[in-house]
């Protein structure tokens, strides 16, 4: 097979390190970070105990140290990657929790104070689509006019069922509601889907991606599910242990997830990154390259590549 269009060094699907590259030039970090913000279904606006896979980090395991500022934070990362890229750029991401649930006021001077820093180019911001508010769209509209806003949405799946069982909170309508509202605003949107989730089969976790394909999305991320001790899942787990899927089947779904994926949507991310240290299982999880190899190994193994089996208007 010719080299991918979208893709570098023998890779068959259109990653974020490609798109990176070739949009600033040169290698482009993303800074996690905590801004100290919380969920609205953590303080019982939407629902209590957030979703069940969600740590007490609010999914921010790798981000900054929430007591310390978020220039100290910035620079605590960014210091370990300049060391290996001095020429680099970076994108300050919000992480931790809901990060566009809070006051205006607060987001401006939060998102601001990083992206007045030198080399940074933009900013991914994690959160919720029933909690970015109207006056928060034109506020992140103005900004993309004049940097890079990202806004990363946690979808997981499609399925009201499986919604239901992880207490999500949210209902498909209002994420296809909010996905249409950036993307009239020309903001790129990243959505998380999650393969291995209680109840699912492999029909439906594929399902969630032909769906995605139907509407105006920049860019995916692909998680493995895993347990995380404190967690409401880790209870769930050690209560009533569930099948979890193997490295074997999980590479099986991402790389026929990728052959239904539309080229041109840009996987930012394709394999869980637990904590050791918080990780209950799969403990598979935990050797990153070699699922991330395994992936790219079964693609040549197909003569496959991302949107082979897109049908593709001419």
Not at 256 to 282: F, S, Y
Request: positive net charge; hydrophobic residues 35%; contains cysteine.
């Amino acid at each position: 097979m010719k080299e991918f269009e979208f893709g570098e060094n023998n890779k068959r699907y259109h990653t974020l390190d490609y798109f990176y590259k070739h949009k600033y030039g040169t290698k482009v970090f993303k800074v996690s970070l905590n801004a100290g913000f919380t969920c609205p279904n953590i303080d019982g606006t939407k629902g209590h105990g957030g979703c069940i896979y969600c740590s007490k980090l609010g999914s921010g395991e790798f981000a900054g140290n929430e007591q310390k500022d978020l220039v100290t934070q910035f620079y605590e990362v960014k210091e370990m990657m300049h060391k290996k890229w001095p020429s680099a750029k970076y994108i300050g991401y919000f992480q931790a929790h809901t990060n566009t649930y809070a006051p205006l006021s607060i987001l401006k001077e939060k998102y601001e104070c990083i992206l007045n820093l030198p080399n940074v180019v933009g900013l991914n911001i994690a959160t919720r689509p029933d909690s970015i508010c109207e006056e928060c769209l034109d506020y992140l509209e103005e900004l993309n006019k004049k940097t890079n806003i990202t806004i990363e949405l946690g979808l997981q799946s499609i399925h009201e069922k499986t919604a239901r069982a992880i207490n999500r909170c949210h209902t498909l309508t209002c994420f296809e509601e909010m996905v249409y509202k950036l993307h009239n605003r020309n903001i790129p949107i990243v959505v998380h889907i999650m393969n291995g989730l209680p109840g699912e089969t492999k029909e439906m976790m594929l399902e969630t991606v032909s769906y995605l394909n139907t509407l105006p999305i920049w860019g995916i991320k692909i998680h493995m599910l895993h347990i995380i001790k404190g967690t409401a899942l880790a209870t769930l787990y050690e209560k009533h242990p569930f099948p979890l899927l193997t490295r074997e089947e999980y590479v099986d779904i991402v790389c026929d997830q990728i052959e239904l994926l539309d080229k041109h949507i840009v996987i930012n991310r394709i394999t869980g990154d637990p904590k050791k240290e918080d990780l209950i299982a799969p403990t598979w999880l935990l050797k990153k390259f070699c699922v991330l190899n395994e992936i790219d190994k079964e693609l040549k193994r197909r003569n496959s590549y991302q949107g082979k089996k897109v049908n593709y208007k001419k």
